[in-house]
Structure formats: structure tokens, C-alpha cells
Antibody, heavy 117, light 112 residues
């Protein structure tokens, strides 16, 4: 059974940093691209970043230069390093597997990041 | 960026009746590889999103056949043939043809 489990969220002050982890099970992480998607409280979904099987990354304009995605296939884990956090980064962050290319087929339960003083 | 526009934003439906949600993209979603990477997601209250339909009309594993997708180019539709209580939630279209991936605003399906 495919499972994705996010961790590392919490409360952080504006300007601070946080690293989210997404641990995969039930499939071989190295064979798939992985995405991060976020959802601000009461709002819709916003794509954040993707890392492909080769480690190439793409970012949304809103996070480029502040966030960094990486992966450690030996640990079946994808990371999202978030720096220079702002109040508008407050959201539940989901990781999602890109199964068939161009398809976000499995999603984690999400992890809340709150940026506030 | 490709803008995804859903209508309606709210859809009150009677149990057992059909429902339909439209999604329009600001440019064609046909990828250079010939595929159209348009998906539909369901988000039940308090739950993460769940994939229902991918590449316009393909039902994902375990999705009931009352859900169907159609469309081409820039216009797409999700249909539920007979709404059940468990279908309550917010439905999103999502394009994965071009970066950045983008979502529609969401359509809230509620029971009358």
C-alpha cells in the first residue's frame, strides 16, 4: 500500500526556517517524481515544487529562492527546506507522488506550518 | 501561468441526482507529447486531496464509476451520475501539462 507521511511542521517566527520531510512506503521512491502542494487555511490548493527522479527541481514563483526541495532515496524521503518564512507561507503542506507522468496519484495527510510571531 | 477557472463554485445537489462541474484553462493543455494532463481531485472535509480522474477521462484505482471526465483542449467536465452522501466536499481540476502546475479555485458540492 502506497503511503506518504509528512513531518517537521509547526510554529515558526517570520524570517525563520523549517524543514519538512515526506517519508514514502509501499513503493520505490527513486522511480518517481515528487511534489509539494500547500493549502492556506480555508483556501484552495497551490503547487509549490517538484523534484524528478534525477533530482532536477522546479519551483513556484512564490517560493523560488527561499525554498529548496531535495530527496534521499536511501531513506525513502523527500524534503522541503523552507527559509525566510513569511506569514503567507502559513498552510498545510502536502507531498504528492507523480505516478503516471502528469498525474499526482497519491497524497500524504498533510502537515501544518504556521508562521507567526 | 495557466489559469484554471471552475464553474460553478458551489453546487447544491439532491441525493441520487447528477452533478456536473466545468473547468476551463487559459490555454490548451495538450502537452508536446500529445497527452492532456488534466486531473480532477476530491477533497472531503478534513481530508487530503484524492485523485479521481487523470488525463481527462481515466478513473483512478478504486474510484466509483459514477464519476466520469470528459473534454479536450481548454474545456473539461467532471460528472457524477448519481450523487451520494459521501461525495460531499470540494472538487478541484488540476493541470500538470506546464509548470507551474495550477489548480482551479475549487467547487463545493453540498447536499440540498
Amino acid at each position: 500500500e502506497v503511503q506518504l507521511l509528512e513531518s517537521g511542521g509547526g510554529l515558526v517566527q517570520p524570517g525563520g526556517s523549517l524543514r519538512l520531510s515526506c517519508t514514502a512506503s509501499g513503493f520505490t521512491l527513486s522511480a518517481y517524481a515528487m511534489n509539494w502542494v500547500r493549502q492556506a487555511p480555508g483556501k484552495g490548493l497551490e503547487w509549490v515544487s517538484v523534484i524528478d527522479e534525477n533530482g532536477s527541481a522546479v519551483y513556484a514563483d512564490s517560493v523560488r529562492g527561499r525554498f529548496s526541495i531535495s530527496r534521499d532515496n536511501s531513506k525513502s524521503t523527500v524534503y522541503l527546506q523552507m527559509n525566510s518564512l513569511r506569514a503567507d507561507d502559513t498552510a498545510v503542506y502536502y507531498c504528492a507522488r507523480e505516478g503516471t507522468p502528469g498525474t499526482a496519484d497519491y497524497w500524504g495527510q498533510g502537515n501544518l506550518v504556521t508562521v507567526s510571531s | 501561468d495557466i489559469v484554471m477557472t471552475q464553474t460553478p463554485l458551489s453546487s447544491p445537489v439532491t441525493l441520487g441526482q447528477p452533478a456536473s462541474i466545468s473547468c476551463r484553462s487559459s490555454q490548451s493543455l495538450v502537452h508536446r507529447d500529445g497527452n492532456t494532463y488534466l486531473s480532477w481531485l476530491q477533497q472531503r472535509p478534513g481530508q487530503p486531496p484524492r485523485l479521481l480522474i487523470y488525463k481527462i477521462s481515466n478513473r483512478f484505482s478504486g474510484v466509483p464509476d459514477r464519476f466520469s471526465g470528459s473534454g479536450a483542449g481548454t474545456d473539461f467536465t467532471l460528472k457524477i451520475s448519481r450523487v451520494e452522501a459521501e461525495d460531499v466536499g470540494v472538487y478541484y481540476c488540476m493541470q500538470l501539462t506546464q509548470f507551474p502546475y495550477t489548480f482551479g479555485q475549487g467547487t463545493r458540492l453540498e447536499i440540498k
